[in-house]
T-cell receptor, first 111, second 113 residues
Framework: NAGVTQTPKFQVLKTGQSMTLQCAQD?????MSWYRQDPGMGLRLIHY???????DQGEVPNGYNVSRSTTEDFPLRLLSAAPSQTSVYFC??????????FGPGTRLTVT | AQSVAQPEDQVNVAEGNPLTVKCTYS??????LFWYVQYPNRGLQFLLK??????LVKGSYGFEAEFNKSQTSFHLKKPSALVSDSALYFC???????????FGTGTRLQVFP
């Protein structure tokens, strides 16, 4: 079991560029989510999905899109990167018992 | 709205001493509460959870947490701290209305040799 995997680990973007952060899980979990982590702010929910074909917004969805075409994959798209999106991004999937499993994170810098 | 608060940004403790990392919550109804740990440059790892039952919950790496309904607290504890316990600790509550997991701002635990 690889658990939750994320790519890339690091990324530098220029303002206005777009990119996709990849997330995959092999635990057959229905619930997946994306968080961003900023100093002093804990983890904030960006988007989440309760199953293939279903997504919804979290606390801070602006500037991000998601889709869920399969149970395994939940990519996060930055449409037009801004310096305010400099952060560490974590993908997670949740088991039926409510335990959330996190990926290793993607450190994104927008210049 | 459901929320958790971690009142301490940092907790310092000497190795071998007991440690406590504090968490208080605000929920309607019975809470689902969690503790996670984050080591440097890593994702969060699950430590323990309280759903129902015994107020003292045992988790990974010798950690435990005490659920106190009257004080709306869920403090993380360990009888004897290790230097390797130094990390960032997050308390979280599952919002029963939205099914989202809401995190506190985190407490950095520093264990000194």
């Amino acid at each position: 079991n690889a658990g939750v995997t994320q790519t890339p680990k690091f990324q530098v973007l220029k303002t206005g560029q777009s990119m996709t952060l990849q997330c995959a899980q092999d635990m057959n979990h229905e619930y997946m989510s994306w968080y961003r982590q900023d100093p002093g702010m804990g983890l904030r929910l960006i988007h989440y999905s309760v199953g293939a074909g279903i997504t919804d917004q979290g606390e801070v969805p602006n500037g991000y899109n998601v889709s869920r075409s399969t149970t395994e994959d939940f990519p996060l798209r930055l449409l037009s990167a801004a310096p305010s999106q400099t952060s560490v991004y974590f993908c997670a999937s949740r088991s039926g018992l409510g335990v959330q499993y996190f990926g290793p994170g993607t450190r994104l810098t927008v210049t | 709205a459901q929320s958790v608060a971690q009142p301490e940004d940092q907790v310092n403790v000497a190795e071998g001493n007991p440690l406590t990392v504090k968490c208080t919550y605000s929920v309607s109804g019975n809470p689902y509460l969690f503790w996670y740990v984050q080591y440097p440059n890593r994702g969060l790892q699950f430590l323990l959870k309280y759903i129902t039952g015994d107020n003292l919950v045992k988790g990974s790496y010798g950690f435990e947490a005490e659920f106190n309904k009257s004080q709306t607290s869920f403090h993380l504890k360990k009888p004897s701290a290790l230097v390797s316990d130094s990390a960032l600790y997050f308390c979280a509550v599952r919002d029963r209305d939205t099914d989202k997991l809401i995190f506190g701002t985190g407490t950095r635990l520093q264990v000194f040799p």
